[in-house]
């Protein structure tokens, strides 16, 4: 360091730590901000699958009345076409 007295040496050293305990913080706050980001996602994780979860179980319900459905319409269809045949006869 050519041409520099012990002051600026003192100096600059001093900035240097200055910069590195900004830089200690600033690391720190990421560490925690990507740590609440992960806590986020986790829940969101979960929610997400309680969604699909429930979307699974609405959709089985759904396809077992629609069976109900049908079986019940082919039972309608026969008791009337059993009618039909009585009351023509």
């Not at 200055?18 to 980001?37: D, F, G, P, S």
Request: aromatic share 2%; charged share 25%.
């Amino acid at each position: 360091m050519a041409g520099m007295n012990e002051q600026d040496i003192t100096t600059l050293v001093m900035k240097s730590n200055q910069l590195l305990v900004e830089q200690a913080a600033h690391i720190k706050w990421i560490c925690r901000t990507l740590e609440e980001m992960k806590s986020c996602d986790a829940d969101l994780e979960k929610r997400v699958r309680r969604l699909e979860e429930w979307k699974a179980e609405h959709v089985g319900v759904e396809k077992r009345m629609t069976g109900v459905a049908g079986v019940l319409g082919a039972v309608v269809g026969v008791v009337a076409g059993v009618l039909v045949q009585v009351v023509m006869g």
